[in-house]
């Protein structure tokens, strides 16, 4: 059982365990005994995104991964993808991105990376979780870490995202706003687009410390549709605080979500003959009108659970190139070994210069099909166990047999049962998802 790692690294409220000072050292101490391997200098790369207690944390982490032998290199407010790509190119043992992603400033993480730019395997963080309640073996003195900061980090991150377009595609006559939620990408985002030619609006790009996501970003896209209106651009992209994520806008202030950005990369890049797998990989809440659109074209869609990782790993043991999430996680494997919204928005950029359409034509692949997701929040418990709940969901399954889909799981974070449905007729998966809340309810009481 873990007690730290949760999905997606260690998250929590600042200064409450398990994010205190404390704990990160502690995991610095942990994390760097257990990559202590072999006879070499050991490195890790620590990046992290503009939250104010992101200073308390990297300084608790340098020293815990010092005390143990490790040197540091900090490369300051970095996205998360370009944490995991430094963590690589520098041949570095180990990488760490600190930031809770499109959480609130108050909130906080720690991301770990291995040498290969990947997220740790669950082997992995469990072994790290065991040295966390172990006395740490010290360095000797003579042997303790040391830090260093490099200043070149952004310039190297903006490079290789440029790169992964090759020398073709210029973004010229194309105005784009941009909104890094006051987060990580607030410097590096914005460079990319206006150093391939683009036109840029930028928003969100003035961190205090204490506005990260606030009334902005992917998950508060309300600021980009208004500036894309009101400016007349073309497209509109928002980022997360760590920039891992993206939602984009069209020229008319309609949002379009991962599943749309996945059918346009995946059956663009199928007639390109770039997509490998023979299809996408996505999670089983990406839309019945993403799998339908790419079975269409003789493609399929592989669903994971809930999480970028389980997206991940299916990608890697499959041979895919392209996956996400429609949270806007989009994972283009020959480029990056984790989501990167500049990345994701890049090649949609370039899709829109060769396909010359507005964006709203060319990112309206296809038409979802109704989805209702509903949570259900309960004392304690096991009520997916009970006959009622059990009964309820065999009925609902039977009534969208062959026009729907229900996915019905707990969350992992807090006690809450989420209930999802989709299907071709509107009133039904609203019965449907009333009717199993409803038994999940009752057994709960």
Do not use: W, Y
């Given at each position: 059982m873990r007690k730290f790692f949760g999905t997606d690294?260690?998250?929590?409220?600042?200064?409450?365990?398990?994010?205190?000072a404390e704990v990160a050292m502690r995991v610095g101490m942990a994390a760097g005994a257990h990559f202590v391997r072999g006879t070499h200098k050991h490195r890790v790369v620590i990046g992290k995104d503009t939250r104010l207690s992101g200073y308390m944390l990297e300084n608790a982490l340098v020293a815990g991964f010092t005390s143990v032998g490790m040197d540091v290199v900090q490369v300051g407010p970095m996205p998360t993808p370009a944490v995991a790509m430094l963590t690589r190119s520098?041949?570095?043992?180990?990488?760490?991105?600190?930031?809770?992603?499109?959480?609130?400033?108050?909130?906080n993480g720690i991301k770990l990376f291995g040498p290969d730019g990947y997220k740790l395997s669950d082997a992995d963080e469990i072994q790290i979780e065991a040295l966390l309640s172990v006395e740490p073996k010290l360095a000797e003195?003579?042997?303790i870490g040391r830090a260093k900061r490099i200043e070149d980090a952004r310039g190297r991150y903006i490079h290789a995202v440029k790169q992964s377009l090759g020398d073709q595609i210029r973004l010229d006559g194309l105005k784009i706003v941009i909104d890094c939620a006051n987060g990580a990408a607030y410097n590096s985002a914005p460079t990319v687009f206006w150093e391939l030619g683009a036109d840029v609006?930028?928003?969100?790009?003035?961190?205090?410390?204490?506005?990260?996501?606030?009334?902005?970003?992917?998950?508060?896209?309300?600021l980009l549709q208004e500036t894309v209106v009101a400016s007349g651009a073309d497209i509109g992209i928002a980022l997360d605080g760590d920039a891992?994520?993206?939602?984009?806008?069209?020229?008319?202030?309609?949002?379009?979500?991962?599943?749309?950005?996945?059918?346009?990369?995946?059956?663009?890049w199928a007639r390109q003959g770039r997509l490998k797998g023979g299809g996408v990989v996505a999670t089983i809440m990406s839309n019945l009108g993403l799998e339908r659109l790419l079975n269409s074209q003789g493609l399929t869609l592989e669903r994971t659970q809930v999480g970028d990782r389980y997206v991940l790993g299916r990608m890697k043991s499959g041979?895919?190139?392209?996956?996400?999430?429609?949270?806007?996680?989009?994972?283009?494997?020959?480029?990056?070994?984790?989501?990167?919204?500049?990345?994701?928005?890049?090649h949609v950029l370039a899709e829109l210069v060769r396909s010359g359409k507005a964006a709203s034509q060319l990112l309206h692949q296809f038409d979802?099909?109704?989805?209702?997701?509903?949570?259900?929040?309960?004392?304690?418990?096991?009520?997916?166990?009970?006959?009622?709940?059990?009964?309820?969901?065999?009925?609902g399954e039977g009534m969208l047999a062959g026009r729907g889909r229900l996915v019905i799981r707990a969350s992992g974070t807090e006690p809450v049962i989420r209930v999802m449905a989709e299907g071709d007729d509107e009133r039904q998966v609203e019965q449907v998802v009333d009717m199993i809340c409803d038994a999940v309810r009752d057994a709960a009481a």
């Open positions: 690294g260690i998250r929590g409220l600042t200064n409450q365990a398990p994010m205190t520098m041949r570095a043992d180990l990488g760490v991105m600190i930031s809770a992603s499109h959480n609130p400033f108050h909130d003195p003579a042997h609006i930028s928003v969100g790009v003035e961190p205090n410390g204490l506005n990260i996501n606030d009334k902005c970003g992917s998950t508060a896209p309300g891992d994520r993206l939602i984009v806008v069209d020229e008319q202030g309609t949002i379009v979500d991962g599943d749309q950005i996945m059918a346009l990369l995946g059956t663009s041979g895919f190139n392209v996956g996400g999430e429609q949270s806007g996680h989009m994972i283009l494997m020959d480029h990056a070994t984790t989501g990167d919204g500049t990345l994701a928005a890049l979802a099909v109704p989805q209702l997701l509903k949570n259900v929040r309960f004392a304690g418990g096991k009520p997916l166990e009970a006959a009622a709940v059990k009964a309820a969901i065999a009925e």
